[in-house]
């Protein structure tokens, strides 16, 4: 029998938590690829990421393990581990045994910026062969935007499923009830693409959009929306020329492979503060919920490797090309 989602998990930075959500000395366990993986960060505030099982005899590091200073320590015999996989004490031993002074816990890699922390997946183990962009907005204090709106989503399907959705302009009438979203051509630079899109928005009539953020704005209008990605773990988003005086939108959108058919994202939504009060909560809260209109679809939908397209379907076989290169 043919499994729904027949695809492997892509390679490419993938976020584990919030960094707001990970705070000095605390360790948590989430699920990355199929795996548990321990997440700490030390007392000199730097995210570590460890598998989870303890090299002394086993112990799940995320189940009572505890930070102190660099380095995580075991709940079950006080071995202490630094996010290198080295050990670093053992509390009851004149000296550390000369394996463990080698790294033998797996450890991965991590980046921490835009306010979110990113790890590093390959199937075959390869060392990371891109970088995140840092997005000023997300990393700086600036008189120009207004305050952050944070959303997270679990979703039963993969993130290639979810990522396909950006350029499936079919669906946009049908499923969210909105005017069609022209696609122009994507611009594609290896693991990096970007589609520039002149998209009618219509927040007063859009069922997304909750009642009390209606009225802010009545008329229909055209704003510019830009979408990169770096891979199928990040995506940044922008439109610009919103009314009434050229207000502008950025949103960060980070994914995580939980397992194959099963991820997480986690957006951060702003708006420039001169549509704060006004359209700018229309359009946040517009495509936080917009996005509930897919998720049943999503999770119970089956991959098909050959779709049946035509001609008014986005460039659905471009976007796979692309996205072929995250898998081995
Ligand atoms: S199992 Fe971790 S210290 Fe013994
Ligand atoms: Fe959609």
């Not at 550390?96 to 390959?122: C, F, R, S």
């Not at 055209?222 to 050229?246: A, H, I, K």
Request: hydrophobic content about 35%; aromatic content about 12%.
């Amino acid at each position: 029998m043919n499994a729904r989602i027949p695809l492997e998990i892509p390679h490419g930075w993938f976020c584990l938590s919030w960094s707001h959500e990970l705070k000095e000395g605390e360790v948590k366990t989430v699920k990355f690829c199929g795996e548990d993986v321990v997440l700490f960060r030390t007392e000199s505030g730097q995210p570590k990421a460890v598998a989870p099982f303890c090299p002394h005899l086993g112990a799940h590091l995320g189940h009572g393990g505890h930070v102190s200073k660099d380095s995580i320590v075991c709940p079950f015999h006080g071995w202490a581990w630094s996010g290198e996989g080295v050990c670093v004490d053992v509390p009851y031993a004149d000296s550390i045994p000369i394996k463990a002074q080698n790294q033998v816990l797996d450890t991965y890699k991590l980046v921490e910026q835009n306010g979110i922390i990113m790890a590093w997946y390959h199937a075959e183990g390869k060392e990371p062969y891109f970088e995140l962009p840092e997005v000023k907005e997300f990393n700086r204090d600036s008189d120009k935007w207004g305050k952050s709106h944070f959303f997270e989503y679990n979703i039963g399907t993969c993130l290639q499923e979810i990522a396909e959705n950006d350029v499936d302009q079919a669906h946009f009438p049908t499923v969210h009830q909105s005017p069609s979203l022209p696609e122009t051509d994507a611009y594609i630079d290896g693991i990096y693409r970007k589609t520039v899109a002149e998209t009618l928005m219509d927040p007063e009539n859009s069922d997304s959009v909750s009642d009390e953020y209606k009225g802010s704005y009545k008329e229909q209008f055209t704003t510019t929306f830009t979408r990169e990605s770096w891979g199928l773990g990040q995506v940044l988003l922008r439109m610009v020329n919103l009314p009434p005086d050229g207000g502008e939108f950025v949103m960060v959108n980070a994914s995580c492979p939980v397992d194959k058919e099963n991820s997480i994202l986690r957006w951060q939504m702003k708006v420039s503060k001169d549509i704060e009060d006004t359209l700018g909560m229309a359009i946040i809260d517009g495509i936080a919920n917009g996005i509930n209109d897919d998720i049943p679809i999503w999770e119970n939908k089956s991959y098909w490797p050959n779709p049946m397209l035509c001609d008014g379907d986005g460039p659905i076989n471009k976007f796979r090309k692309w996205v072929g290169q995250f898998y081995i």
